[in-house]
């Protein structure tokens, strides 16, 4: 236990700095377009050290969930500068502690990487959204370039254990493809290996 805890606040640590260069750049615009459309209750998914919170300007509330208590720590000081109200709670995306049919939009970004059912942690984010409620993904997937795809695949299994289980090589779009979901626009970066995509619960 000593070292996992030592891993993942050594992880903790390690995320931004290792990120700001990307969040300052192409991210940051990125995050900025995909999270003006998350309106209403809003129920973010693995809100990690609250990169996306003070990005939100069309939200009532959010809800944001994070497994990992070191990334939630670090999250507080942006939670407070956020200028809408949210509310941080330690759970996981597979067993969310909300009501049915209760968000009017769902975010997750750099998160369904590293969720470690994410076929249960959909059918929650379904439960809990509204009809015509959305959902809002940015991610990072497995590359359709064979040659990539394959370094992905054989680089994972390393990758798992220095990057708190995030999987290089899951194709979370095709996980949403098999949902409730309907997919209405995705847009691709860095030759495909991060998406943006908007759905709507049917």
């Not at 670090?74 to 949210?86: D, E, F, H, M, N």
């Not at 750099?110 to 809990?128: G, H, N, Q, Y």
């Not at 995705?186 to 908007?198: Q, S």
Request: contains cysteine; positive net charge; proline residues 5%.
């Amino acid at each position: 236990m000593d070292e996992v805890m030592h891993m993942g606040k050594g992880f903790s640590h390690f995320y931004d700095i290792a990120m700001k260069p990307l969040e300052q750049t192409k991210f940051k615009r990125i995050r900025k377009g995909l999270l003006k459309e998350a309106v209403g209750r809003v129920l973010e998914i693995g809100s990690g050290t609250g990169v996306n919170f003070t990005y939100y300007s069309n939200a009532l509330q959010v809800d944001a969930i994070e497994p990992n208590p070191l990334m939630m720590e670090q999250s507080l000081k942006r939670q407070r500068k956020a200028k809408i109200p949210i509310q941080t709670y330690l759970v996981s995306a597979e067993k969310l502690p909300f009501s049915d049919n209760t968000f009017d939009s769902v975010v997750a970004t750099l998160v369904f990487c590293t969720i470690p059912d994410p076929e249960k942690a959909l059918r929650e984010i379904e439960r809990v959204s509204k009809p015509g409620a959305t959902l809002l993904l940015f991610e990072h997937v497995k590359m359709s370039h064979p040659f990539l795809g394959k370094t992905q695949e054989v680089l994972t299994p390393l990758w798992k254990k220095v990057c708190d289980g995030c999987h290089l090589n899951r194709d979370t779009l095709k996980l949403v493809e098999r949902s409730s979901f309907s997919i209405m626009n995705v847009h691709t970066f860095y030759k495909g290996l991060f998406i943006v995509v908007t759905c709507e619960k049917e």
